[in-house]
């Protein structure tokens, strides 16, 4: 079956723009979750969402928001962006919140210049 | 949170050989991942081991929840190993806090 699909895989932005990324989880798993790599930081956690709710939320501001649909599709947005936005993010699904095992899409990679 | 300390930080080595990396945690957990981050980004799910011994093929790893840590064992390792290696130890469902992990280099 299909893995994570995340898109689009590579973007540029300028300061201030906005941003949206999309991420289709596996079929049948319902919960999404994001997670942001940048070099200083490491693999942050930006949100999960389950059943189209969102269950937690990272250490983010609020420029950062997400949603999910009735599919499990999810989408993450970030708005008026900055220079430090630049990152991987990473979308991973799993069958049901909580302590389950992860799978992870291959990333959208945005630089903001 | 909960502290992950993963050794060593990086490691060398010559293809074919084999290797045992570490993960030591702070506090009692009762789910813990190994993932394998490749050179291009793609983070794989390993092992899903909040205690005893899996194996999976070259890979096999223990985890002694009592005493807080993980091992991640590599035999005969090849140059697609390369990559960072993560343990990922938690309580709080699907929100996993990532350490800086362990970055391999399999020379050919």
């Known amino acids: 079956k299909a893995g994570v699909t995340q898109t689009p895989r590579y973007l540029i932005k300028t300061r201030g723009q906005q941003v949206t990324l999309s991420c289709s989880p596996i079929?049948?798993?319902?919960?999404v979750s994001w997670y942001q790599q940048t070099p200083g930081q490491g693999l942050q956690f930006l949100f999960e969402?389950?059943?189209?709710?969102?269950?937690n939320k990272g250490n983010f501001p609020g420029r950062f928001s997400g949603r999910q649909f009735s599919n499990s599709r999810s989408e993450m947005n970030v708005s008026t962006l900055e220079l430090g936005d630049s990152a991987l993010y990473l979308c991973?699904?799993?069958?049901?919140?909580?302590?389950?095992?992860?799978?992870f899409g291959a990333g959208s990679r945005l630089t903001v210049l | 949170g909960i502290q992950v300390e993963q050794s060593p930080p990086d490691l060398i080595l010559q293809e074919g050989a084999n290797s045992t990396l570490r993960c030591n945690f702070s506090?009692?957990?009762?789910?813990l991942q190994w993932f394998h981050q490749n050179p291009w980004g793609q983070l794989i799910n390993l092992f899903y081991?909040?205690?005893g011994t899996k194996q999976n093929g070259r890979l096999s790893a223990t985890t002694v929840a009592t005493e807080r840590y993980s091992l991640l064992y590599i035999s005969s390792s090849q140059t697609t190993d390369s990559g960072v290696y993560f343990c990922?130890?938690?309580?709080?469902?699907?929100?996993?806090?990532f350490g800086g992990g362990t970055r391999l280099m399999v020379k050919p």
């Open positions: 991973a699904s799993s069958f049901e919140a909580g302590a389950n095992v992860l799978t």
């Open positions: 079929s049948g798993h319902r919960s």
């Open positions: 969402y389950f059943s189209e709710t969102q269950r």
């Open positions: 506090d009692s957990v009762n789910n």
């Open positions: 081991i909040p205690s």
């Open positions: 990922v130890p938690g309580n709080a469902g699907n929100m996993l806090t």
